[in-house]
């Protein structure tokens, strides 16, 4: 998720900015974490390194874009696949809730491309309409004998940052990916474990990434997410040293947390998280923390939460 170990959750809290399913809800700080700087992860040093084979084109601007390097990954239900261009963290990334051939829904899906040099990305989801179906990805083939993966794609992408009114999407059209080498390896080392009102949170990835937006400090996300689309994640300062922090509300300078449960967004507001161990590759902690939806003031409790993860 871009340490982003293999998962490329294409999110990147670098953008801090997010799914939203009402456009009047504040900023989620952690599920729209890790987008173009997982790409850069993954594609120089990640598990699924791939920057040779392969084809990966999309027409979108008047301009016919075609990758340089490409990687796939399809591991523990989910196919994550990315397409860059040139050393500036420019590229295409999806995250497709499955692992066989078949037409995958931006509404359940994670598609995205980021532009070079920039903290926030076109996604495939409209913040002012959560339910809309912007495009999709159709999976053609899966080679299982010769691990390469083909299919095509298309989908209108909006900027990341909805705070930013004065940027108009983008029609991504014409994709095409032919015969990426894909891996099937296990990419979290990491350890995630939290209730949510009483039941265990059973996590099918996590996703750690270092972010940076302005306005608030530079931070690791960590984010865990199961396969439906429900995720929890919290938000850490990386100035922060070992011991206890407490929430400020959504807007919180040190530490944030969010969480997504039914498409509905909760962002934290009260609670605490502890850092119990820290050093320069290595953080570990617990936290508690009660996560609200300021539009209609439902909230979640997360509690027992622990964390033991790299650090990118």
Request: net charge negative.
């Amino acid at each position: 998720m871009f340490k982003q170990q293999f998962s490329f959750a294409i999110i990147f809290l670098a953008t801090i900015f997010t799914f939203s399913s009402c456009n009047n809800e504040p900023i989620d700080t952690v599920l729209a974490a890790q987008l173009a700087e997982s790409n850069s992860t993954i594609l120089n040093g990640g598990t699924g390194e791939n920057t040779s084979s392969g084809f990966f084109k999309a027409d979108f601007n008047g301009q016919n874009w075609v990758a340089t390097a490409t990687s796939a990954n399809i591991y523990n239900g989910k196919i994550e696949l990315v397409g860059m261009k040139g050393a500036q963290n420019e590229g295409f990334g999806f995250i497709l809730n499955g692992t066989s051939a078949g037409t995958y829904s931006s509404a359940t899906n994670l598609l995205s491309f980021s532009p070079a040099n920039s903290t926030d990305s076109y996604l495939g989801f409209n913040p002012n309409n959560s339910t809309e179906v912007v495009g999709s990805v159709i999976v053609n083939g899966i080679d299982t004998v010769n691990h390469t993966i083909s299919g095509i794609f298309s989908f209108k992408g909006y900027w990341s940052d909805t705070a930013v009114s004065n940027v108009a999407p983008i029609n991504f059209t014409n994709g095409v990916f032919m015969n990426i080498p894909y891996t099937t390896i296990n990419p979290v080392t990491d350890t995630f474990y939290a209730k949510v009102d009483g039941i265990e949170f059973v996590e099918n990835t996590i996703d750690v990434a270092s972010t940076s937006s302005s306005g608030f400090p530079d931070s690791f996300s960590i984010v865990a997410s199961k396969a439906n689309g429900d995720r929890v994640g919290i938000s850490i300062a990386q100035s922060l040293t070992v011991g206890t922090y407490q929430f400020a509300g959504a807007f919180g300078q040190q530490i944030n947390s969010s969480c997504l449960f039914n498409s509905v967004l909760y962002n934290g507001d009260t609670g605490s998280i502890t850092i119990t161990s820290k050093t320069a590759t290595h953080m570990e902690g617990t936290f508690i923390v009660i996560e609200r939806n300021f539009t209609t003031n439902q909230t979640k409790s997360v509690t027992e939460g622990a964390f033991s993860v790299d650090l990118p």
